[in-house]
């Protein structure tokens, strides 16, 4: 039987895209709430011998997860024979360490949750910090999928003059990446970060870039408080209004509206969570990653993306 992909609502477009480059059936899913608040999941009863595709970006993680599993359980209730997750967005990558006393280490705790709910996982650009990949965290398989090249290639294609700049030195290699197929020259921020919602940064001099367009890139934007930071930076040095360039855009609500009123000329941002500012697809290399997944599974060669 072909694989079926079970498409959380929200990311119902990007999912379909992969569906059809995968020769995949979309399947049956349904998620609701009982007035306390509890799920009922719903799942496609015809998969028996299928590999069964979860499909669902994990920002707003704590609502998201425990249907995941639910969904997960119940597909292999029903005779599925694998179960794999593509999370475009992973959450709980942050909290890598116990930084002070009874922390919780929340990555170890949910790569342990994912590793016990599918069989394995495709993402997108995991925001690790003191981890070098995923295969240290989890016991599963694992494919990260690289956005760079699909943001190089967008940049180039809309942008004139592009120069790329990175939100903090973390940022200095993938932008490097980007900057380079793009065929661009490309500049780091120094970041100082007082809280949550407090970001101080400093962008290196830059006078021989006049005639260039900023773009700022960053991998994550929640408050967009690093970016709207850097705007009025490169505002007061005269620069034209930048494009901002993000790969998951969580946006907290009047994220948007506050880049734009710093002085952003756009915002763009990939389909790894379902946006308004979704400009740049994925549904190409998050495909060509399930069926290397797959492939795998069946004792083939994984040809990675």
Not at 272 to 299: D, K
Request: a negative charge.
């Amino acid at each position: 039987m072909a694989a079926v992909v079970l498409s959380f609502p929200d990311d119902i477009c990007v999912a379909s895209a992969v569906a059809t480059r995968l020769g995949a059936r979309l399947g049956r899913f349904q998620w609701r709430h009982f007035p306390d608040g509890e799920s009922l999941v719903t799942v496609d009863e015809d998969v028996a011998g299928a590999d069964v595709i979860v499909f669902t970006s994990l920002n707003d993680p704590d609502r998201k997860a425990l249907p995941v599993r639910f969904a997960a359980n119940t597909a292999r209730e029903f005779g599925a024979a694998s179960v794999g997750l593509v999370s475009p967005y992973l959450s709980y990558m942050r909290q890598d360490a116990r930084f002070h006393g009874g922390e919780a280490i929340s990555m170890n705790a949910f790569a342990q949750f994912l590793d016990q709910t599918v069989d394995w996982l495709v993402t997108v650009d995991p925001h690790l910090h003191r981890v070098s990949s995923l295969d240290a965290v989890f016991r599963m398989p694992t494919t990260c999928v690289a956005a760079a090249p699909h943001l190089a290639d967008w940049i180039r294609t809309n942008v004139p003059m592009p120069l790329l700049i990175g939100p903090d030195a973390e940022s200095a290699q993938w932008v490097s990446q980007v900057a380079a197929r793009a065929d661009a020259p490309f500049q780091v921020l120094h970041k100082t970060r007082h809280g949550d919602r407090d970001v101080e940064v400093a962008v290196p001099h830059m006078d021989r870039f006049r005639a260039h367009t900023p773009v700022l890139v960053d991998d994550i934007a929640s408050t967009g408080r690093t970016l709207c930071a850097a705007i009025e930076h490169l505002r007061r040095l005269g620069f034209p209004p930048p494009v901002c360039v993000v790969i998951h855009a969580i946006f907290a609500p009047g994220s948007p509206e506050s880049l734009h009123g710093a002085g952003a000329g756009r915002v763009v941002s990939t389909d790894s969570i379902a946006h308004a500012t979704n400009a740049i697809s994925l549904a190409g290399p998050l495909a060509e990653a399930v069926v290397a997944r797959l492939t795998a599974g069946r004792g083939g060669v994984v040809h990675e993306p």
